[in-house]
């Protein structure tokens, strides 16, 4: 869809750090993470919210979640995994295609969930290595 970034992302127009990849999704770093491997997962396929997409895609993006939540863990030693959504337009929300948060979260950690501009292109090539799968 014209003027949507998540397609211009998943088309390659705008860079992005892959983390994880299939026919049917694509989950990248978000570039404005709450903590560090905040992740947006989102279908390829244009949908508006969860409630306008088919039971294929839905499923899909289900299976995805449990694979990037589960390499998260692992790798980035995340002691749990908030997935956030949220469907329907407002909150200023420009970008109309479903998508996915997946924020870890770290043992000890005190999140300010408006600091997020704290990292660098470096920090984020060296996260993305660490959960990069199937990419």
């Known amino acids: 869809m014209e003027g949507c970034i998540f397609c211009e992302i998943i088309s390659g127009k705008v860079k992005s750090y892959k983390v994880y990849e299939n026919d049917w999704v694509l989950c990248v770093l978000d570039i404005h993470p709450v903590n560090m491997g905040h992740c947006l997962l989102m279908p390829k396929d244009h949908y508006k919210d969860m409630f306008d997409m088919d ?10 979640i449990k694979n990037v939540v589960k390499i998260m863990e692992e790798n ?4 749990r995994i908030k997935v956030i959504h949220s469907s329907g337009e407002g909150d200023n929300d420009e970008r109309f295609h479903f998508h996915i948060h997946l924020i870890p979260h770290y043992e000890g950690e005190n999140v300010d969930y408006l600091a997020r501009d704290r990292y660098t292109e470096k920090d984020f090539q060296k996260i993305a290595d660490k959960i990069n799968i199937n990419c």
């Open 76 to 79: 980035l030693n995340a002691v």
């Open 55 to 64: 039971e294929d895609t839905y499923f899909e993006i289900r299976e995805a």
